[in-house]
């Protein structure tokens, strides 16, 4: 009985067309408002509306009835009743083809309403500005989410639009059919559930963080579509990239000023740069990032971003090939030029001076994104990923280096210069897929070894791309050599320190709390180098 009521909608009814004789409109987002209501009103509908709403219509020389006049009830709480009706629901709910239903619509005088056009209070962006606990609540909107849904499920016989980007359609079926299909009143009702969904998954993650919930009894997540893209991480994949209610600076906030379209890869690794490069203050260093497959393959800090850009590059100028480039600061037109000498995919930065931007553009299909600020390393946040029937939720990883209480265990201390260049490798390796090893020097990464099963074999694959790196520009030997070097996770055992103190690192910065740290300090010591532990632990998988 449930497959053959709940059928796929592919195997939709033929096409039932729907005059729409009354119009409920209630919206607090008013863009192309008053010209879709004046073509309702060309085309004989009548309009009923609320509050501000009846306002602007007015105001518009637009003749339109007040709810109250539907119900015979005034709006009373400051508005928090009055669409919650029989006179209104009646009016959507009723079905038109069941004689019970009209026989009840007419000895209770309830008139039809063909259409609903409702978007919601704005708890997003109320909760997002850091609004007061009240003020988000009275943002919360009841009687709107009761009239969308009501006539979604009524849709064989109501249209419902919860965005003015829907308009269009709905008037251009107007106009060619009379009234709206039954496929178009199904989109559109497909669209209004999704659309409450995520309405009421971004008030339940405010309330779980007002009170400080890390793991309430539901968990839901929403989001709103940007683009739907043309594939995922592999063509056969299907894809598409959605907006959350979060604010945070990043690809989601960006401006794309040229280039091709960005795809599913290329939106992963833009994120994981940016967040890399914003791990460094504007203020008082430029920064910039370059990824390859959502790992760094060469950071650095420099005097100017150009600086930075070349530092960066000498850590891996071939993996830097085809990869994705963030900065910290406006893009300027010096690093723009170096920048677009090689093939890359995207760069990303706050913003771009005019003379940046026209030698981008002389590269027709690199993307250039232009986010408008820089996402906040210290700000809490929530991340997830699908695993097989669930959602693994964790806080996002706002440890940040120059916060940490840095503890030296071993009998030299890490000097000046040293101790920088260790907190900036830490910094880079909180962005790099575990198992992670660093070598850093002069503010520039040197040497990475992403992703490996072992951390010897991590030390071992940064050391070889330092030596790799040595040869392509030409130097007598590795960057490696006098070095800092940073691991994720703590050493297990000695193995793995060896690997960087053969390779030529003088310092080390890591978590500790390995049952074999005391192995693990007395090789340093042996080798005379310093050690610092940091108490946090960086794991990204």
């Given at each position: ?13 033929p ?19 008053v ?10 509908i ?7 709403t ?16 539907l ?55 109320t ?9 988000c609540?009275e943002?919360?909107?009841?009687g ?5 849904r009501?006539?979604a499920k ?5 249209a419902v ?7 269009e ?34 008030i339940?993650n405010?309330f ?5 919930d890390?793991?309430?009894?539901w ?25 959350s ?11 794309q ?20 490069a ?19 393959c060469?950071?650095?800090e ?33 690093a ?9 995919e995207?760069i ?16 027709k ?9 820089l996402?906040?390393?210290?700000a ?8 097989a ?15 940490l209480?840095l ?6 201390k ?8 260790l ?6 390796a ?38 790799d ?8 030997e590795?960057?490696?050599k006098g070095?800092?070097v940073?691991s994720?996770?703590f ?12 390779a ?12 074999r ?25």
């Amino acid at each position: 009985m449930l497959s053959r009521l709940c059928r796929p909608l592919g195997f939709l009814m033929p096409d039932r067309v729907r005059k729409i004789t009354r119009a409920l409109i209630s919206v607090s987002d008013k863009s192309g408002l008053v010209d879709f209501a004046r073509a309702l009103v060309e085309n004989k509908i009548v309009l009923v509306s609320t509050g501000g709403t009846k306002k602007t219509l007015a105001e518009a020389g637009l003749k339109v009835a007040d709810i109250s006049e539907l119900t015979s009830f005034p709006e009373m709480m400051d508005g928090r009743v009055k669409t919650l009706h029989p006179k209104v629901h009646g009016g959507i709910l009723a079905l038109r083809d069941d004689k019970a239903h009209s026989a009840s619509m007419r000895e209770h005088a309830i008139e039809p309403i063909d259409l609903v056009v409702v978007n919601l209070y704005p708890f997003e962006a109320t909760a997002e500005k850091g609004a007061a606990f009240e003020d988000c609540i009275e943002n919360i909107d009841i009687g709107g989410p009761a009239l969308v849904r009501a006539a979604a499920k009524n849709h064989n016989d109501v249209a419902v639009i919860v965005d003015p980007t829907d308009y269009e359609a709905v008037l251009a079926e107007i106009k060619k059919h009379g009234g709206t299909t039954l496929e178009l009143r199904r989109r559109l009702a497909a669209k209004a559930y999704a659309r409450t969904s995520a309405y009421d998954a971004a008030i339940a993650n405010w309330f779980a963080g007002e009170l400080n919930d890390d793991a309430p009894a539901w968990r839901t997540f929403g989001g709103k579509l940007a683009e739907k893209l043309r594939y995922g991480e592999n063509p056969h994949q299907t894809a598409a990239f959605y907006q959350s209610p979060e604010r945070r600076f990043g690809v989601a906030s960006a401006r794309q000023v040229q280039g091709k379209e960005l795809s599913y890869n290329n939106i992963n690794d833009t994120d994981a740069a940016y967040e890399c490069a914003a791990e460094f203050g504007p203020k008082r260093t430029a920064a910039v990032a370059i990824i390859k497959h959502a790992n760094p393959c060469g950071v650095a800090e420099g005097k100017s971003l150009l600086d930075a850009y070349r530092k960066a590059l000498a850590c891996d100028p071939v993996s830097t090939f085809g990869g994705v480039i963030a900065l910290n600061r406006p893009l300027d037109a010096e690093a723009a030029r170096a920048i677009v000498e090689i093939f890359t995919e995207v760069i990303i930065a706050p913003d771009a001076s005019k003379e940046a931007i026209e030698i981008v553009g002389t590269k027709k299909n690199l993307r250039l994104l232009l986010a408008g600020g820089l996402p906040d390393p210290r700000a809490r946040g929530l991340v997830f990923k699908s695993v097989a029937g669930g959602l693994l939720v964790q806080s996002r990883d706002d440890s940040v280096a120059d916060d940490l209480a840095l503890k030296s265990v071993t009998k030299r201390k890490p000097t000046t210069t040293e101790l920088a260049d260790l907190k900036f490798a830490f910094s880079v390796a909180k962005h790099v897929k575990s198992n992670t090893i660093v070598y850093a020097k002069d503010g520039a990464t040197v040497g990475i070894g992403a992703g490996q099963m072992s951390r010897v074999d991590a030390a071992r694959i940064a050391a070889r791309k330092a030596e790799d790196a040595a040869k392509a520009t030409k130097l007598k030997e590795p960057l490696t050599k006098g070095a800092v070097v940073a691991s994720d996770a703590f050493f297990p055992f000695a193995d793995g320190l060896l690997v960087a103190i053969e390779a030529g690192a003088t310092a080390v910065i890591q978590p500790g709390g390995s049952i074999r740290d005391d192995e693990v300090i007395a090789a340093a010591d042996k080798a005379g180098i310093a050690m610092v532990f940091t108490g946090v632990r960086h794991f990204r998988h």
